[in-house]
């Protein structure tokens, strides 16, 4: 969990600002009137209290216990930094409030525990239990945790589990089932050694021996070496694994072995070690953020080998995340009494069988496949994975009600899973998808302005992160000195148009300027001078091919940041309009708002092209676009030409595109409210859908609307995305923050990752027609 010098800064920015800290308490019932409030507190609240004292189950009606976690920590065993104490602690209980926010909609209060007597923490937990539906405990060292969990589970009415032990367990468990059906190997019978005595590793290898794996064919090594059963030094859980044989060092037992568990330290398993094993070995080396062997070492030690990590830059994650959010909210949703061995075992299975389905498109997108297929290289599903959320809480909910501790019980499954999917609206996880992508194969990026503090901070975090090399605008001597200030410390390259130092570069983009536009009245002596302009020699950078792509427009109009795009890269072939989109990350999931920049009345034709467009791009994203035609009349109730190039246009897309997924003319409130569009207007295409896409009729409403609900509802936007264009070049908006300039980066990258795709396939495409 340690940073490098040249990030900590931003990581302490990060979490101080604006406001300290990552989660907060949101008000979920109107507040704006008296009788709003009155409801709320005195005198309305006694109502539900009085419902509460008649049948305590009403808290789950009146409150949000329900849907409430606590994520209690005492800060002795904390990721990759030790008994740190429970302040310190307290940074990493609010992420993981986060993650179970995000990833399954659940909320939480991270509470720290300033204790380490098991009898104190226990009183804390209990005495606060009453507030919580959940309770997830954290970074709690062995022994005392599995004390803690022990008795929490036994003396409390509502799930209680150590995700550190369990969570681990479960996604492992589910990586190896399917890695052992891919060796052709049955559980009872492999060899397994464990390289770990901790909490992870004992729930790990408990859960595997629940799964069939026999105790005398496990070899548990600690610090002090292998665990037999004449040692004294270890406690009753660690005992449980003992073996009768005689002490032998890791690489001794690692020869003929058929799994390797790693729970432990960095580095400590050779190629040596890895090539004694048993044909088609299974290596979990899971230690963070080193892992117990290189993962390109281990891949060249054997070409049969089937390898995991806790990493997420290579194949087979096992990421808690698979698990946790998913599990809380499956045994919370039917209100079971614990998180029992039936429920893990559940997730397990569910875990493992979805990685044998078929990966939805977003999702090859999000990790630059073609296609993920159930093997060696993905045995357990991706962490962006969208069906984790309708998959894993159904099975644990299913496994509760089976075993008993099921309060409320699912009736209606289907209706269910619904209420899971519309969780999922509410996040960032399509940025994630966005930045994750671009990381799989980055781009040299221009940033034109880049003697601009925030366009500076950007390309830092944008190198940083893996998104795409950094090509910095400027004046050297101002980028130097801002480099300093933000330690930014990774050498990039700098280059000021207007020096001597670049004067044969820019003579050569000059002359071919000067190509490009001789016979629209620019001269030689011309271009020169043009070329001194930063906006024009980025985009001579990208039309030669010394740069992938461009980002500029914080600092200046839009109009003049993109006369320069237009001519030089120009229009993709076969582009008949140029346009631009904006994607909105709204609390109902991803809406793209076109055309916010160029187009300012377009006609019936231009119209549909730009609707086109945007369905392509949206596609690019991951997301099947579902298009309403805007306007301020419906289906024809208007004859006003501003209403009839919109009904015309709809016309052209259904008679020449029928596959496209697109109707109107259609109000904005018809096209986002699925209920009031299938009752007034059932015929329609868009009727039974969920709208993700809209095409405005001119250049002043779709720009007013997204600025609008930028600014009201501080919805993110990532745009205006330029659409149409030979090579990718994007503008941004004037004043767009450090984010939005990331964001536009990694849009930039992958734009360029699409165009030399297509570039490739079309050559390929040649070859074999000559």
């Not at 609390?587 to 006609?603: A, K, V």
Request: charged share 25%.
């Amino acid at each position: 969990m340690s940073s490098k010098p040249s990030r900590r800064r931003e990581a302490l920015v990060y979490h101080a600002k604006p406001t300290p800290g990552k989660i907060k308490v949101v008000p979920t019932k109107k507040y704006s009137s008296q009788r709003d409030l009155s409801l709320a507190y005195s005198p309305g609240v006694a109502e539900p209290c009085l419902e509460i004292v008649k049948d305590p189950a009403n808290v789950y009606k009146y409150t949000t216990k329900g849907n409430l976690v606590a994520v209690i920590s005492n800060g002795t065993a904390v990721l990759g930094l030790g008994d740190i104490g429970p302040l310190a602690s307290k940074p990493v209980m609010e992420g993981k409030g986060l993650l179970f926010k995000i990833f399954a909609d659940l909320d939480c209060f991270d509470i720290e525990v300033d204790t380490k007597n098991i009898e104190e923490f226990i009183a804390t937990v209990k005495n606060i239990a009453p507030t919580f539906g959940g309770i997830n405990l954290e970074d709690i060292k062995a022994p005392e945790a599995f004390e803690i969990e022990r008795r929490l589970k036994e003396e409390l009415d509502i799930p209680v589990m150590h995700d550190d032990q369990h969570g681990t367990a479960i996604i492992s468990s589910a990586a190896l089932l399917n890695a052992l059906e891919l060796a052709g190997k049955k559980i009872q019978d492999v060899q397994i050694v464990i390289s770990g005595a901790g909490s992870a590793a004992i729930s790990c290898t408990s859960l595997y021996v629940k799964l069939g794996a026999r105790k005398e064919n496990i070899m548990m090594f600690d610090i002090d070496g292998l665990i037999t059963k004449n040692r004294t030094d270890l406690g009753e859980m660690q005992m449980q694994f003992a073996t009768d044989k005689e002490p032998m060092s890791l690489a001794q037992a690692m020869v003929g072995s058929d799994v390797f568990l790693g729970l432990s330290a960095g580095n400590i398993v050779s190629q040596e070690m890895v090539q004694s094993m048993n044909a088609d070995p299974i290596v979990f080396a899971m230690a963070n953020p080193t892992p117990e062997i290189d993962y390109d070492l281990a891949m060249a030690a054997r070409e049969d080998i089937i390898m995991a990590t806790g990493r997420s830059d290579h194949p087979n994650q096992v990421n808690n995340v698979l698990g946790f959010p998913f599990i809380f909210r499956g045994a919370m949703d039917v209100r079971a009494t614990m998180i029992n061995e039936e429920m893990k075992l559940a997730a397990t299975h569910a875990i493992a069988n979805l990685a044998k389905e078929p990966v939805p498109e977003q999702v090859n997108i999000a990790y630059g496949e073609l296609r993920l297929n159930f093997g060696r290289d993905y045995i357990i599903p991706k962490p962006f994975d969208p069906r984790l959320i309708a998959t894993i809480p159904p099975a644990v909910a299913r496994a509760a009600m089976e075993s008993g501790v099921a309060q409320e019980p699912i009736t209606d499954w289907d209706k269910y899973e619904e209420q899971l999917l519309s969780r999922m609206g509410s996040d960032n996880k399509l940025v994630r998808l966005l930045l994750n992508r671009a990381r799989i194969n980055p781009k040299r990026i221009v940033f034109a302005e880049a003697d601009n503090i925030d366009v500076l901070k950007a390309a830092q975090i944008v190198l940083e992160e893996g998104i795409g090399t950094p090509i910095l605008l400027g004046r050297k001597d101002v980028i130097e000195e801002m480099k300093k200030e933000l330690e930014f410390d990774e050498p990039c390259l700098i280059i000021d148009p207007k020096t001597d130092e670049e004067s044969a570069r820019r003579d050569r983009y000059a002359h071919e300027f000067w190509k490009l536009r001789q016979r629209k009245g620019v001269t030689e002596f011309d271009a020169g001078k043009t070329l001194r302009q930063r906006n024009y020699f980025a985009a001579m950078m990208v039309k030669v091919g010394d740069a992938d792509a461009l980002i500029t427009g914080v600092a200046q109009s839009y109009p003049r940041s993109v006369r320069p795009m237009m001519e030089i890269i120009g229009m993709a072939p076969g582009v008949e309009k140029i346009a631009t989109t904006n994607l909105m990350i709204t609390d109902r999931g991803p809406l793209f708002i076109s055309d916010t920049s160029i187009n300012i009345n377009p006609d019936s034709l231009a119209l549909a092209k730009i609707a086109q467009m945007t369905g392509k791009t949206a596609t690019m994203f991951g997301v099947e676009p579902v298009i309403a035609m805007i306007s301020y009349a419906n289906f024809g109730s208007s004859k006003h030409p501003h209403a009839t190039k919109v009904t015309d246009a709809v016309k052209y897309l259904h008679q020449y595109y029928p596959s496209i997924i697109v109707d109107g003319e259609i109000q904005t409130d018809f096209a986002l409210n699925a209920e009031m569009l299938q009752q007034k207007f059932p015929f329609s295409k868009l009727a039974g859908k969920k709208v993700n896409t809209l095409i405005f009729p001119n250049l002043e409403s779709s720009n007013s609307t997204y600025k609008l609900l930028k600014e009201l509802r501080g919805i993110d936007s990532i745009g205006p995305i330029m659409m149409g264009m030979q090579k990718p070049c994007h503008i941004l908006q004037l004043g767009a923050s450090v984010d939005e300039i990331v964001n536009m980066a990694a849009v930039a990258v992958i734009d360029a990752q699409q165009k030399e795709k297509k570039a490739a396939q079309q050559s390929q495409a040649s070859v074999k027609a000559d």
